[in-house]
């Protein structure tokens, strides 16, 4: 193969062979002459341009023999890896793939239709790993290094990134890219088999008489996704106010403000976090305050909002059941710096949590609601969870694909009230309790 084919091969991109060396070798003379880092500021073209310009320098110092297009290709390629992701950059551009995970340089594996497999890809060291990690780091302004081993990031097409170094990881570098999710309509997500009609009615009943409502999960359930597709049910004329640690919502409607905490810079300063942002938005006059993810003490200013009248708003937790997302908010809420006793913190929750939506992913991958459940508890008592609709799986098919059937169960006497007060219609599908001995109700402290 010649010169010019090997240095444009896209299949050798970056992982093997001689140009592979010819490549990663004029990348690390270049990487030695800039500092990416400080070439951040710069805006895309003018970085790449003065890429392109000191390669260019070193090139001619070293004299290799190339022609006029075998140069401008090598010179393409340095630079497409100095600022690219090299072999994770096709990964990257298939939209099936829903997440990237590199363990170390020799274990890429990726999620794919809810499925992970390994790839026959590697990156030739956990060097050249390490730069790739460095670049991504670095378009944010951050820092990756033995005292800062653990960093999130984004890439500039809204990518979420999640970076762990040695000594902390034993398997070498690990990067995590968990590509920007697409958002879902209800009806798409009806499509997928994660929740059924009459629980879409329900839900829409529910967001518009404004109940408060959390959303529970594991990692990668799908709440965010359920989150967005919820708030999209939120009237046009109310003023939301959305607040996250990266902004994935995607809300259709004219009047929302965008909230995104900040971490902290390479000095450790100007960090905003998401509590800083729920207090904030108190005074932005909202309707509704739709909060990404509460993982700390932000859960206690969030409750009091939902318990004095910012009623309607939505928040995920990360949690495994119904009754853990709420032992989870109370315990994130006793985190605060505002010391309150714990049997206050479950006052508070009674009165401001209304409806527990968990979602679980399966192992065929499917992603469903397998509880929507309603508190139907005051003060001082157990949290009484009343189930309104269940997910029942049956075991698994040879296959490997989880069926199951969505149960529905009477709404507690108050939830029908609220709905009838707000004009909203009472999905059918459900009816009310006219004892509490027809509810399907369970008691959690
Ligand atoms: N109901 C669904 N059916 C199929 N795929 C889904 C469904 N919900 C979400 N997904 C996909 O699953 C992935 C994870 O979704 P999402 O980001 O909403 O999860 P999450 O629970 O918010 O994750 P995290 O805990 O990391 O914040 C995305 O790729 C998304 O498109
Ligand atoms: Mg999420």
Known sequence: MSLRARISAPEEHGSRGEDGHLVASYRAKLLEEIDLAEMSALAAAERRARLERVLG??????????????????????????????ILEPLL????????????????????????EQLPLRFVSADQLMQTIERIVSTVNRRVDESHPMVDARLPSGERVNVIIPPLSLTGPVLTIRRFPRSFTLQELIGFGSLDEHMVYLLAALVQAKFNIIVSGATGTGKTTLLNALSGLIPPHERIITIEDSAELQLQQSHVVRLESRPPNVEGKGQVTIRDLVRNSLRMRPDRIVVGEVRGGESLDMLQAMS????????????????????????LASMSDVEVPFVALHDQINSAVD???????????????????????????????????????????????????????????????????????LPQAFGVARSADQLATREAR
């Open 93 to 116: 551009e298939d939209a099936s793939i829903t997440e990237i995970m590199v363990n170390g340089p020799d274990a890429i594996f990726v999620e794919r239709g809810g499925r992970v």
């Open 308 to 331: 004095t009248g910012h009623d309607g708003s939505l928040a995920t937790v990360h949690a495994n059941s119904a009754e853990d997302a709420l032992t989870r908010l109370q315990t």
């Open 57 to 86: 320098h070193i090139i001619s110092r070293e004299g290799p023999v190339l022609s006029t297009v075998e140069r401008a290709q090598l010179i393409r390629r340095v630079v497409d890896e100095a600022l690219g992701l090299g």
């Open 355 to 425: 409806v527990l939506v968990q979602l679980t992913r399966f192992a065929d991958g499917a992603r469903r609601i397998t509880e929507i459940a309603l508190l139907d508890s005051h003060g001082g008592e157990p949290y009484r969870l009343a189930t309104a609709a269940r997910f029942e799986a049956r075991p698994m098919t040879p296959d490997g694909r989880v069926h199951g059937a969505f149960r529905h169960f009477p709404l507690p006497r108050r939830t029908a009230d609220r709905l009838y007060m707000a004009s909203q219609p």
